[in-house]
């Protein structure tokens, strides 16, 4: 019950609504050939894809966090992450993830779609929902990418300050011994976040910007953003 072991609780609880809400629809494919979705169930996937992606971002950076504590300031590790402060943490985490993506859900249902329904993902995805519009979706796209760089975005710059704090507090450390301790109770945690925003970055960049890459591309990138943090994930928590 220390708070780390909360904070991977978290983790894997994330992956496996990701997990849930995505094989839905994979398997529905490949097990009886169920290649139809109706537009409110496709948005209701869309939410608790975008939610579980929203929340894993924040609980990296909660366990960002959580390191910095106990390398810079180990003998009030307990007093400063309570569990009381990672029940808040948990519930900040779901409720920035919902009040983000409520809106984004919400002006979905105005747009019409009259080209090709055709997904080229075996879920829906956002950036790809709205590309089916005949409607203006600069709005849209403009709320996604607002919602990508107050999540994701502004995480990653967090994970990034704290292990520069990490390793500002680690140099000062005198043992050899010491120091290598440190760095090795971080490397898991550094593991996941690469696994988790190198294929989140590069599906948008994809989405955005790359207009003439095959088709191929933007699906094999998707699957490996949604499968491969959830198989990773496990390995370096043991």
Not at 63 to 72: E, G, L
Not at 104 to 120: D, P, T, W
Not at 198 to 209: D, M, T
Request: aromatic share 12%.
């Amino acid at each position: 019950h220390q708070p780390m072991y909360h904070l991977l609780s978290m983790l894997s609880t994330t992956d496996i609504g990701l997990c849930i809400s995505t094989l839905v629809t994979v398997l529905g494919i490949f097990w009886i050939n169920a290649r139809e979705i109706s537009f409110n169930v496709c948005l209701l996937q869309m939410f608790f894809i975008h939610l579980f992606t929203f929340m894993e971002s924040s609980v990296l950076l909660a366990m960002a966090f959580d390191r910095f504590v106990a390398i810079s300031n180990p003998l009030r590790y307990v007093t400063i992450l309570t569990h009381a402060r990672i029940a808040q943490i948990g519930l900040a985490v779901i409720i920035r993830g919902t009040v983000i993506l409520i809106p984004l859900v919400v002006l979905l249902k105005y747009l019409s779609f009259c080209h090709s329904h055709v997904l080229h993902h075996s879920y829906c995805f956002h950036p790809e929902v709205i590309k089916l519009s005949c409607s203006d979706t600069k709005i849209n796209s403009a709320f996604g990418l607002t919602a990508i760089i107050f999540t994701a975005g502004v995480d990653s710059i967090f994970i990034i300050l704290s292990y520069s704090l990490i390793i500002c507090s680690v140099l000062n450390i005198a043992s050899l011994e010491g120091r290598k301790k440190a760095f090795n109770t971080c490397i898991s945690h550094i593991t996941a976040v690469a696994i988790f925003y190198i294929p989140l970055i590069s599906l948008s960049f994809v989405h955005r910007f790359g207009k003439h890459a095959p088709p191929y591309v933007p699906t094999l990138i998707a699957n490996v953003y949604l499968l491969i943090p959830p198989v990773m994930n496990p390995s370096f928590i043991e």
